[in-house]
């Protein structure tokens, strides 16, 4: 069993950055590609960011390529976006989610989920 826990989420004015973590326990170390997504009310989840096995491969969204960052360190069980330029439209929460298949945009290609982190950006 895999076990994901985001932190890292708040209230930031438009043009700001935070920063995304997500620890993994269980098996996960490189075991697991893993992806960030986030769904803001009355949306689908959409696929934000994902990053293979050993960190090598990055893929994002278009919406957010240049100005969003995944990152992992297996040695610690972590798995970080970094938020930069932040814009309204931003506005989710943000969840990570572990799978098989790297580089995938399908949340039900995932197979492990955080709770989420509430991330607001006020304009």
């Known amino acids: 069993q895999v076990q994901l826990v985001e932190s890292g989420g708040g209230l930031v004015q438009a043009g700001g950055s935070l920063r995304l973590s997500c620890a993994t326990s269980?098996?996960?170390?490189?075991?697991?590609?893993m992806g960030w997504f986030r769904q803001a009310p009355g949306k689908e989840r959409e696929f934000v960011a994902a990053?293979?096995?050993?960190?090598?491969?990055?893929y994002y969204s278009d919406s957010v390529k240049g100005r969003f960052t995944i990152s992992r360190d297996n040695a610690k069980n972590t798995v970080y976006l970094q938020l930069t330029s932040l814009k309204p439209e931003d506005t989710a929460v943000y969840y990570c989610?572990?799978?098989?298949?790297?580089?995938?945009?399908?949340?039900?290609?995932?197979?492990?989920w955080g709770q989420g982190t509430q991330v607001t950006v006020s304009s």
């Open positions: 989610a572990a799978g098989r298949n790297v580089g995938s945009a399908r949340p039900n290609e995932y197979d492990y």
């Open positions: 269980g098996r996960t170390g490189s075991t697991y590609a």
């Open positions: 990053i293979s096995r050993i960190g090598i491969s990055t």
